[in-house]
């Protein structure tokens, strides 16, 4: 497939012979950049955290923006930003209150990480980000994307921020397809970065990523950049960048127990690590570890997570809910315990019960708390 090749010139950008990014003089990208920050400065996306900028913000935004589309974060922001105003509040939160004000927005570890985000900045910087990539990147939960994207917006450092937005406007920009695309787009974004507005292009970058130049059917005719697009010059935009065959659907099936006792409802500490950590949920298990078995019943599912035995189970209902790529279809069943967990499985830390009242403040992900709600009242 044709496409830019580290330092080769290639035709189509900027009218004439165009010499890759990687080679590419400040002063000939200057036409695009500045027809890609014009169009910014007049229909960037409003955003809160563009509204008030401050690292802080920046930070957090960036956190909840990770595998989450904007549209579901807005309305996490301003009540995250409401319980935990800066830096200093959220290092001194607790693990716990942090996860329960993160509660619904999914991927918990990113919740997690960025409590040690704050408390990193706050023990080891004096409350302020540290202005060097470098030192960027060692602080938790910030890859390269990160701390590119933090350290470009809120400290102004040259560094080119590439999520899946940048990427794909880069790979048509630029006609990079095939072998080595991921360096290739890498390089191509840090030669194109805006030296002078490096935060604002990258964010000019992913609003028109996001609003223009989108997966399938851009809007090449409403398009700031066009007229430096060397796809679109080759008419061959839908080729790029190259696809890449998604992960194959897995179906998983899952029993879960609402075990009751009194009006409280036992409930389950995930343990620090792994998927879920610090959250809580309804003992469950499930077939992933061999896809053609049934999913454990209720009974083996509570014995082997807690050592307890109930009388007898009735099936509530079912539910089904995504994750990943996993399609999940749960089984809810329901008992009555007169004694607590005898034991825990490595994969929890914590088991207790809980009145409906004390749920609603608990953190627990969307899935588990639509099949709490299935019990009606308890
Ligand atoms: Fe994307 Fe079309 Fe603009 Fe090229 S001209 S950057 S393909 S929207």
């Not at 509570?302 to 399609?327: D, I, N, P, W």
């Amino acid at each position: 497939m044709d496409g830019m090749d580290g330092m080769k010139i290639e035709r189509g950008l900027l009218g004439a012979e165009f010499k890759a990014p990687a080679a590419e003089s400040p002063a000939g990208l200057g036409p695009l950049r500045a027809a890609l920050l014009d169009w910014y400065d007049q229909s960037g996306r409003e955003l809160p955290w563009r509204a008030e900028p401050s690292p802080y913000r920046a930070v957090v935004s960036e956190f909840m923006l990770q595998q989450t589309q904007i549209a579901t974060v807005l309305p996490y922001f301003d009540s995250f930003l409401k319980r935990f105003p800066d830096f200093e509040s959220l290092a001194s939160a607790s693990e716990a209150d942090v996860v329960a004000a993160w509660s619904g927005l999914g991927y918990y570890r990113r919740a997690r990480l960025l409590r040690r985000a704050a408390e990193a900045v706050w023990r080891d910087h004096g409350g302020g980000l540290p202005a060097d990539a470098e030192a960027l990147r060692a602080l938790p939960g910030f890859g390269p994307y990160t701390a590119a994207a933090v350290g470009s917006i809120a400290l102004g450092l040259p560094l080119a921020a590439v999520d899946g937005n940048i990427r794909r406007v880069m790979s048509r920009l630029f006609m990079i397809a095939g072998a080595g695309e991921s360096a290739r787009v890498e390089a191509a974004a840090r030669a194109a970065l805006d030296p002078g507005r490096p935060g604002d292009w990258n964010q000019a970058l992913m609003d028109l990523g996001a609003m223009v130049c989108r997966p399938r059917d851009p809007d090449c005719a409403a398009c700031p950049v066009v007229a430096f697009c060397a796809a679109k010059r080759a008419n061959r935009v839908g080729e790029f960048p190259a696809a890449r065959p998604a992960p194959a659907t897995v179906r998983v099936r899952e029993t879960a127990v609402a075990v009751l006792r009194g009006g409280a409802l036992l409930l389950l500490l995930r343990a620090a690590s792994g998927s879920f950590a610090g959250m809580w949920e309804l003992p469950r298990s499930d077939n992933r570890s061999n896809p053609l078995l049934a999913a454990p019943g209720p009974t083996e599912t509570l014995e082997s997570l807690t050592g307890m035995r109930v009388a007898s189970f009735e099936k509530v209902g079912s539910a089904r809910s995504v994750f990943t790529h996993h399609r999940i279809e749960t089984e809810l069943h329901r008992g009555r315990a007169r004694a607590g967990a005898k034991r825990l499985a490595p994969s929890h830390e914590a088991a207790k019960c809980f009145t409906p009242a004390e749920i609603a403040e608990l953190p627990i992900g969307r899935a588990q708390r639509r099949l709490v709600a299935m019990l009606g009242e308890f």
